[in-house]
């Protein structure tokens, strides 16, 4: 079959599409930004076509020949009415895939029986009504997705692992029915090689939100007591949510609405038009996202979708300030590359740890990422993954690398690495690019420019002490 693949760049997309492939499919995948597909390991493998779901003209070519297409998007991220924009791009996109005689197969939420919607769920709900109104189309509605790098699984870890005491609104022991990443992705593969199929509600075991974190706890050995309280107001939770997990707020809002209400699925239909699928237990399933996690062989993660349109890329134009370093390294440049490759989240960002800490701790008051975001991978790298509070925008190995500041600054600020091979060594370069927003932007550069200039020299020196500790290490193995 000719499927088309849209969200390739999100935490479900971009595990299903290795899976098309893997099936014998041909494969083409719709995504905002072409570069970032660049990085994916499915690259090579599939049609990658630029296109925008809410620009109805990328559609028909995106569209032209494709037998089953996956709607594997929403716009929650990028804040605004996110409702109107979800239901205006279901909109074109049924009206495309009608066009083209397509199967449409989208993976939404749980919808609670006979309760008032909350904001979040009800646009999921609308975008499949949307769809199948439109088109040809299969609506899966799954609970909480517990996989490595899942918001829900990771809400659920850094929760039960940071507080050995919690006090939990009384919500948390409504029912809730998540499902393993593998078994929504088996339940995608297989809604696709169906008919059109309306709604089918997926879902394992059914348990509340309390005992997901007993369980986590309990996978984990780790004791903990859980104290519930009358009242903690989910906007509430969602900030306490925030302040202790990684999870910005604009995620963790839906996932807390998520479990506000009973939200049990109906499996009947699954388990009789796909019976040889059996969703595995939700411990089995943390058991899976925790050896994932540890091992480091997470596939995708909840920060890799940008959310909004990606901001251009690094232009050389007026009015942009850089602050050059250099260094001569004695290592070859492949080690260079991989020590500030693999810089931020549990490596951290070397000399004066303490003032990028402080500079995380800043932004997040100030509503930004800070460096709670951490990375996918300790070692590997792809364009538009997000490090701490950047983004990679350029990945060459092993010679350039190019982070795009997502904290929240006056203007836009990269940080550039080239490693280039010198002799026996290397010769290290550290560009920091600032495009200032007006006087604001002005001030805050030169303001800063002493701090700044320590800090930056400090790191690149610190990389290259890094890199030749490591090539010394090498040699002697
Ligand atoms: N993950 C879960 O736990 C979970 C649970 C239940 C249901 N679901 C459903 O599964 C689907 C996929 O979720 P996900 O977690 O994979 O989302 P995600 O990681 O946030 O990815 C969203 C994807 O949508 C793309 N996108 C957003 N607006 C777009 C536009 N205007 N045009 C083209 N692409 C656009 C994003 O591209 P950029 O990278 O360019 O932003 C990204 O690839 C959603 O319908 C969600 O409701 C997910």
């Known amino acids: 079959m000719r499927v088309l693949v849209t969200g390739a760049t999100g935490y479900i997309g971009g595990r299903l599409l290795p899976l098309l492939l893997a099936r ?4 083409r995948a719709l995504v905002r930004d072409p570069d970032r597909a660049a990085g994916a390991p499915w690259s090579s493998d599939v049609d990658v076509v630029a296109g925008d779901v809410l620009e109805p003209a990328s559609l028909g070519s995106a569209l032209d020949g494709v037998d089953l297409a996956y709607y594997l998007i929403h716009s929650m991220g990028a804040g605004g009415d996110f409702a109107e924009r979800d239901r205006r791009a279901a909109a074109s996109f049924a009206a495309a895939a009608r066009a083209a005689s397509c199967h449409v197969v989208y993976l939404g939420g749980l919808v609670p029986a006979g309760e008032v919607l909350s904001k979040h769920l009800a646009s999921r709900a609308e975008v499949g009504a949307v769809l199948r109104e439109g088109c040809d189309a299969t609506e899966l509605r799954a609970g909480p997705v517990i996989g490595s790098g899942s918001a829900s699984f990771e809400m659920v870890r850094y929760l039960t692992e940071r507080l050995p005491l919690m006090v939990a609104p009384r919500w948390i022991r409504n029912p809730v029915q998540p499902i393993a990443v593998d078994d929504v992705l088996s ?13 089918i509600d997926v879902g394992a075991d059914v348990l509340t939100f309390r005992s997901m974190m007993e369980v986590y706890a309990e996978v984990r050995g780790l004791r903990r007591i859980i104290l519930p309280v009358p009242v903690l107001a989910p906007g509430l939770a969602a900030r306490w949510v925030g302040l202790v997990t990684p999870i910005p707020n604009r995620l963790a809002v839906p996932l807390i609405e998520g479990v506000l209400q009973p939200v049990i699925a109906d499996t ?6 796909y019976p040889h699928v059996e969703p595995l237990p939700y411990r089995e399933a943390v058991r899976r996202a925790l050896d994932e996690t540890v091992s480091g062989a997470v596939i995708t993660r909840w920060s890799d979708a940008l959310g909004r349109p990606g901001p251009r890329a690094l232009e050389e134009r007026e009015g942009l300030v850089r602050e050059v370093r250099a260094a001569d390294v004695a290592a070859p440049p492949e080690v260079v590359y991989r020590v500030f490759s693999g810089l931020g989240a549990d490596r951290g960002w070397p000399a004066w740890s303490w003032a990028w800490r402080l500079r995380g701790l800043l932004d997040r008051l100030a509503g930004g990422p800070g460096l709670r975001r951490g990375r996918r991978h ?13 983004r990679a925008e350029l990945v060459q190995p092993p010679e ?6 997502e904290m929240r600054l006056p203007g836009r600020a990269w940080l550039q690495w080239d490693a280039r091979g010198q002799g026996e060594g290397t010769r290290l370069v550290q560009t920091a690019y600032f495009a200032p927003r007006g006087l604001p932007g002005l001030l805050y550069w030169y303001g800063l420019y002493p701090a700044h200039a320590v800090i930056f020299g400090g790191l ?5 002490r890094r890199a030749e500790r490591l090539a010394g290490e090498e040699d002697r193995l």
Do not use: K, M, N, Q
């Open 24 to 27: 014998g499919h041909r494969v």
């Open 400 to 405: 350039r690398l190019r982070l795009r500041a």
């Open 187 to 199: 339940y995608l593969l297989e809604a696709g090689e169906g008919r059109p199929g309306g709604t």
């Open 268 to 273: 009947s239909r699954a388990r009789r038009l």
């Open 378 to 390: 300790p070692d590997e790298l792809r364009v538009g993954e997000a490090v701490d509070f950047w």
């Open 460 to 464: 690149v020196r610190a990389i290259a």
